[in-house]
């Protein structure tokens, strides 16, 4: 798997590394992850409901081909793309949902924060905060999009301008929040690729058989 840490960049260049990824794993090539910044942006998904943004936002609004409501995405934030053949993985998107889930709870579980699925939702909880929020897309079964969760506390200020996936009332939470200390960013990127790749082959089996 190729691992890609490209620092922070806009929306629209982070989608256009995604295209990229994405048409070489549909040619047989490396599945990959992405794993970055963004400048500051708001996301919602093709929907014709856009009552989870206010109109008044900062930053700019992008639509994507992803499922859900509005989230955000800025400096202080990891986002991971995830570009894998879900051909070759079960076509189960739900699955693919619990697979992320359990990524980043065992993320949170490395800096000591207990995180949890809430049921009858998408996204990583601590208790009654929502800290990660996922999104996906595919297209020919191979994935875009994927995860959000906020690592330091000034990724949470701009979560007040939108409702966040359309949930009224919830409290947005940052790792830097749950643990009361400062944490480098380097040193989260590296831990969220080492959960990713430790999870991946217990939880995706290669089910196509041999030709």
Wanted: proline share 5%; with cysteine.
């Amino acid at each position: 798997m190729n691992i890609i840490f490209p620092g922070r960049m806009t929306f629209l260049e982070g989608l256009a590394l995604q295209e990229s990824y994405s048409a070489e794993v549909a040619r047989g090539g490396k599945e990959a992850l992405i794993l970055l910044e963004h400048a500051p942006v708001y996301t919602i998904g093709r929907t014709r409901d856009r009552s989870s943004l206010s109109g008044a936002e900062p930053y700019p609004v992008h639509e994507t081909n992803r499922g859900g409501q509005a989230t955000y995405h800025g400096p202080g934030q990891l986002t991971g793309y995830p570009i894998l053949d879900l051909n070759k993985r079960g076509r189960d998107l739900h699955a693919y949902l619990r697979f992320l889930e359990g990524v980043l709870i065992e993320f949170c579980a490395g800096y000591g924060v207990t995180a949890s699925r809430k049921e009858g939702l998408t996204g990583v909880w601590v208790g009654p905060r929502k800290i990660a929020s996922l999104g996906v897309g595919v297209r020919k079964w191979i994935t875009m999009h994927g995860f959000a969760i906020n690592v330091q506390r000034g990724s949470i200020e701009p979560f007040s301008h939108i409702t966040p996936c359309g949930i009224s009332g919830v409290q947005i939470t940052s790792l830097e929040d749950e643990t009361g200390g400062e944490i480098d960013f380097s040193d989260a990127v590296c831990k969220a690729a080492a959960c990713f790749q430790r999870e991946l082959p217990e939880l995706f089996v290669d089910i196509r058989p041999d030709v």
